[in-house]
């Protein structure tokens, strides 16, 4: 079972920065995949961003160029780090990790990954 719990999101004006976090219990996921996705209330969940057991990266294109994703495995941390923001952004942020294999751990599958955290509210004034 893993848990995650994040953290980080606020109200921002457009072309500032925030960071979030997520911070993953259990160990399963190590070997799997992590990703953030959104959601603006009334429509789909949307794949922001992915990354792999290694460190391969992949991002949604309305944010390419602005967000990074990161992880610390010492400290069961991950990152997004959200640059530029724009008025667009403002959603729920979701962090999420899969254990099971066979995923590519790409930034259109997160929404399916097995666990998912509370969410934290990011807006973004224009």
């Known amino acids: 079972q893993v848990q995650l719990v994040e953290s980080g999101g606020g109200s921002v004006q457009a072309g500032g920065s925030l960071r979030l976090s997520c911070v993953a219990s259990?160990?399963?996921?190590?070997?799997?995949?992590m990703g953030w996705f959104r959601q603006v209330s009334g429509k789909e969940e949307e794949g922001v961003a992915g990354?792999?057991?290694?460190?391969?990266?992949s991002y949604a294109d309305s944010v390419k160029g602005r967000f990074t994703i990161s992880k610390d495995d010492a400290k069961n941390i991950l990152y997004l780090q959200m640059d530029n923001l724009y008025a667009e952004d403002t959603a729920m942020y979701y962090c999420?990790?899969?254990?099971?294999?066979?995923?590519?751990?790409?930034?259109?599958?997160?929404?399916?990954?097995?666990?998912r955290g509370q969410g934290t509210r990011v807006t973004v004034s224009s």
């Open positions: 999420a990790a899969d254990d099971r294999g066979g995923l590519a751990c790409t930034y259109y599958q997160t929404e399916v990954f097995r666990y």
């Open positions: 990354i792999d057991s290694v460190g391969t990266a």
């Open positions: 259990g160990d399963s996921y190590k070997s799997g995949c």
